[in-house]
């Protein structure tokens, strides 16, 4: 069974930088996408950021555009979301999750099928 191991969360004060990483254990990423998404206490599950991965094209939503950077390793099967300039209403669990088999760089949960566990994210004012 595929699964996705996030890893790299934690607490950090506003201003500050984390990197995340999210590595895929039973399948070699390829014509995919990997997407990064958060969720805070009593909202939804928000998109952040997402990769294809056969040629690294990107997107990302607005509130982190230029903060935000996803990227990824072919070597070690991983992706990265590295995190600057953090506010603390960036505070959530991330997860991260493939989009497999599809060209798209989709920004909508349900259309993912594969999740991590997720990691906190905690940004002190």
């Known amino acids: 069974q595929v699964q996705l191991v996030e890893s790299g969360g934690g607490l950090v004060q506003a201003g500050g930088s984390l990197r995340l990483s999210c590595a895929a254990s039973k399948r070699t990423f390829s014509n995919d996408a990997v997407g990064w998404f958060r969720q805070a206490p009593g909202k939804g599950r928000e998109f952040v950021a997402a990769i294809r991965w056969r040629d690294a094209s990107t997107n990302y939503a607005g509130s982190v555009k230029g903060r935000f950077t996803i990227s990824r390793d072919n070597d070690k099967n991983t992706v990265y979301l590295q995190m600057t300039s953090l506010k603390p209403e960036d505070t959530a669990v991330y997860y991260c999750?493939?989009?497999?088999?599809?060209?798209?760089?989709?920004?909508?949960?349900?259309?993912?099928?594969?999740w991590g566990q997720g990691t906190q994210v905690t940004v002190s004012s």
């Open positions: 999750a493939a989009d497999w088999n599809t060209q798209a760089i989709r920004s909508i949960p349900s259309r993912y099928d594969t």
